[in-house]
């Protein structure tokens, strides 16, 4: 249906809209979007930035785990893709 469509990407725009001028003013965001495709969601705040971790993650502080996103990293170096300058 062109119509339902046509709202859709009108409502996605006042959302966003929305969301911009709110880290414009330095504000929370009103509206959140779930992950999009080819995003990594962080294992230490699950995705959500405004949880709090009172207890340190000790491991990580002292560097004794791999941080999350170097599998990706070696995926990537996998395909190839470390020879890419910018």
Known sequence: NPIAQFEHQIRMEYLLFNNLEAAINDKPKPAQFGPVAG??????????????????????????????W??????????????VSA
């Open 39 to 68: 995003t990594v969601i962080c294992p230490a705040c699950d995705g959500k930035p405004h949880k709090w971790s009172w207890t340190p993650n000790l491991a990580k502080l002292f560097r004794a785990e791999p941080p999350f």
């Open 70 to 83: 170097l599998a990706t990293l070696q995926r990537m170096d996998q395909l190839g893709t470390a020879d």
